[in-house]
T-cell receptor, first 115, second 112 residues
Framework: AQSVAQPEDQVNVAEGNPLTVKCTYSVSGNPYLFWYVQYPNRGLQFLLKYITGDNLVKGSYGFEAEFNKSQTSFHLKKPSALVSDSALYFCAVRDEGGATNKLIFGTGTLLAVQP | DAGVTQSPTHLIKTRGQQVTLRCSPKSGHDTVSWYQQALGQGPQFIFQYYEEEERQRGNFPDRFSGHQFPNYSSELNVNALLLGDSALYLC???????????FGNGTRLTVT
């Protein structure tokens, strides 16, 4: 069964420094991968997706993600972190087995950006 | 253009009671999915509704049921509440099988 793993519960970075939030995936076919962000007591906001094409995907709020098939990874990146980026980040993969756009989420990574 | 709206925002229930949560999808969307997000966890898929029918179901007991109305809005019903049902319940909408999903802000259910 397909899955995603987020190996870090928390990532700490200083404002202005580059950030990376890691995600690895396990699928049998071609992956449809997503990143979402969740602010306290809010729902999930879509950041970006990879379906096919360029391995570097650009998304909202200056975020980008790099798809690496050989390493089965889809890490989220941003060149310069902002304090306002502090939030919970989820990686997700679209379920291959069903006929729907069901997503399977990772456990989330809390990003803390210090001023 | 209103996004996905959910009501109520917070709810406190007692074990054994029943609860109904409501969701209105984003304008133009016809498919509604429900997810349960327990504290410290990622969202878990409960089920999806399209054309007023349940299309796919996750690993949740029959105590969890749903409905979709002709205007595409949806309800999630949970019977015989357990303490473990305490969670943030998220509604997500889309147009058919398109991506990405658009999420509402959720309903925080506390079972005491």
């Amino acid at each position: 069964a397909q899955s995603v793993a987020q190996p870090e519960d928390q990532v700490n970075v200083a404002e202005g420094n580059p950030l990376t939030v890691k995600c690895t995936y396990s699928v049998s076919g071609n992956p449809y991968l997503f990143w979402y962000v969740q602010y306290p007591n809010r729902g999930l906001q879509f950041l970006l997706k990879y379906i096919t094409g360029d391995n570097l995907v650009k998304g909202s709020y200056g975020f980008e993600a790099e798809f690496n098939k050989s390493q089965t990874s889809f890490h989220l990146k941003k060149p310069s972190a902002l304090v306002s980026d502090s939030a919970l980040y989820f990686c997700a993969v679209r379920d291959e087995g069903g006929a729907t756009n069901k997503l399977i989420f990772g456990t989330g990574t809390l990003l803390a950006v210090q001023p | 253009d209103a996004g996905v709206t959910q009501s109520p925002t917070h709810l406190i229930k007692t074990r054994g009671q029943q609860v109904t949560l409501r969701c209105s999808p984003k304008s133009g969307h016809d498919t509604v999915s429900w997810y349960q997000q327990a504290l410290g966890q990622g969202p878990q898929f409960i089920f999806q509704y399209y054309e007023e029918e349940e299309r796919q179901r996750g690993n949740f007991p029959d105590r969890f049921s749903g409905h979709q109305f002709p205007n595409y809005s949806s309800e999630l019903n949970v019977n015989a509440l357990l303490l473990g049902d305490s969670a943030l319940y998220l509604c997500a909408s889309s147009f058919a099988d398109s991506s990405p999903l658009h999420f509402g802000n959720g309903t925080r259910l506390t079972v005491t």
